[in-house]
T-cell receptor, first 113, second 120 residues
């Protein structure tokens, strides 16, 4: 069974600080996605990484896929209150079982002004 | 473009009653997923369909849960009879055919707004 572990589970920081969220597994994934979920809404896709070592940037967010495609990180620079939310990583099953994703437990981020 | 549509948005019912949750996926998407989210267990995959065919229902908690997808534009998740421990937010998500959106369409899922179910 493929599992994804996210850390930390909770993060409370001040506006302007930097932070990193980690997503780790002992399994290889075909792709790794990061979603952000706001209260009362469904998760929304932020980015997909598919190549080992790949780095993608989305404004102040930097996403990296591990060389072995077993782990990923999300780094936020100069966090803002608007970044508050639940961040979920999700791995694509290596044999693409009909598009199934394995989700991590999530990181609840709170950015205080 | 309309996103994934779920109804109802909120449902409050009493233990023992039948509950039916509905989902309309994004047009052109060929995969549909039902998830349940709670604080304790996070986001759990219940069942998913590919081209209207159930592929994996191993996440369905027990026989009280059933799901159908009679056509490409509609799916239901039914709980009968409902129990208080079924209280959660239920999400439906759909996904386009792989590769249909270019190199970034890699199992990407588009979620609906969810149905918050409370069983008293």
């Amino acid at each position: 069974t493929q599992l994804l572990e996210q850390s930390p589970q909770f993060l409370s920081i001040q506006e302007g600080e930097n932070l990193t969220v980690y997503c780790n597994s002992s399994s290889v994934f075909s792709s790794l996605q990061w979603y952000r979920q706001e209260p009362g809404e469904g998760p929304v896709l932020l980015v997909t990484v598919v190549t080992g070592g790949e780095v993608k940037k989305l404004k102040r967010l930097t996403f990296q896929f591990g060389d072995a495609r077993k782990d990923s990180s999300l780094h936020i620079t100069a966090a803002q209150p608007g970044d508050t939310g639940l961040y979920l990583c999700a791995g694509g099953a290596i044999y693409n079982q009909g598009g199934k994703l394995i989700f991590g437990q999530g990181t609840e981020l709170s950015v205080k002004p | 473009d309309a996103g994934v549509i779920q109804s109802p948005r909120h449902e409050v019912t009493e233990m023992g009653q039948e509950v039916t949750l509905r989902c309309k996926p994004i047009s052109g998407h060929n995969s549909l997923f039902w998830y349940r989210q709670t604080m304790m267990r996070g986001l759990e995959l219940l069942i998913y369909f590919n081209n209207n065919v159930p592929i994996d229902d191993s996440g369905m908690p027990e026989d009280r849960f059933s799901a159908k997808m009679p056509n490409a534009s509609f799916s239901t998740l039914k709980i009968q009879p409902s129990e208080p421990r079924d209280s959660a937010v239920y999400f439906c998500a759909s996904s386009p055919p792989r590769g249909s959106g270019g190199t970034d369409s890699y199992n990407e899922q588009f979620f609906g707004p969810g149905t918050r179910l409370t069983v008293l």
